[in-house]
């Protein structure tokens, strides 16, 4: 058996993990004969050990999940404006619905996708995961913490919260400094 040290899934030893798709080959240190150091070993397992993903690809996993939230909301405001047709005397309810369901399909989008698996689409095409610093698990709570209240005071600071990522040795944003996170490649 053997330990993933991005999701900490036991499982049977194989290259790749069957969980989140890491490739044990990139962070485990060469076998040496007759020699294997734990300090080594436990070294690269551990969260801050591993190959954190940068600024570059974090905005490019954001945006492609942007453009999906987007096309969502486009579809379903689609949707409402072709089945009310021009009845103008419930545009303002529509309004209302479409505005409500926005919100609440981002919201559930970033927390769910965070909290269930670390990866949200923009994050599993680009191979990069949030996970937490202690190693263990993410879980719903501390995705809508980072997600939600994490990503809204690096926003409102003028994004000066996102740009931490790209000049922090961890490539921490504000929202992973909050939530105890690290951004990974996997």
């Not at 486009?74 to 103008?88: E, P, Q, T, Y």
């Not at 202690?134 to 994004?159: H, N, P, T």
Request: with cysteine.
């Amino acid at each position: 058996m053997i330990s993933c040290p991005a999701c900490h899934l036991e499982q049977p030893a194989a290259s790749v993990c069957t969980s989140c798709g890491l490739t044990f080959a990139k962070y485990r240190p060469p076998h040496k004969e007759n020699t294997v150091s734990t300090t080594a070993t436990t070294e690269t397992t551990s969260p801050e050990s591993l190959p954190k993903a940068g600024f570059w690809v974090r905005l490019v996993a954001l945006l492609i999940d942007y453009f999906l939230v987007f096309v969502m909301q486009f579809i379903f405001g689609v949707l409402l404006a072709f089945i009310v047709g021009h009845d103008f005397a419930m545009h303002g309810a529509i309004l209302t619905l479409i505005q409500l369901f926005s919100l609440v399909l981002s919201l559930f989008y970033w927390i769910f996708f965070t909290g269930y698996c670390g990866q949200t689409p923009g994050k599993m095409l680009l191979r990069i995961k949030v996970i937490v610093t202690d190693g263990s698990s993410l879980g719903y709570g501390k995705a809508f913490y980072r997600e939600v209240i994490g990503k809204f005071i690096s926003g409102i600071i003028l994004g000066i919260g996102y740009l931490m990522a790209a000049f922090d040795g961890q490539k921490q944003s504000l929202h992973d400094r909050m939530a105890k996170t690290y951004v990974i490649k996997l």
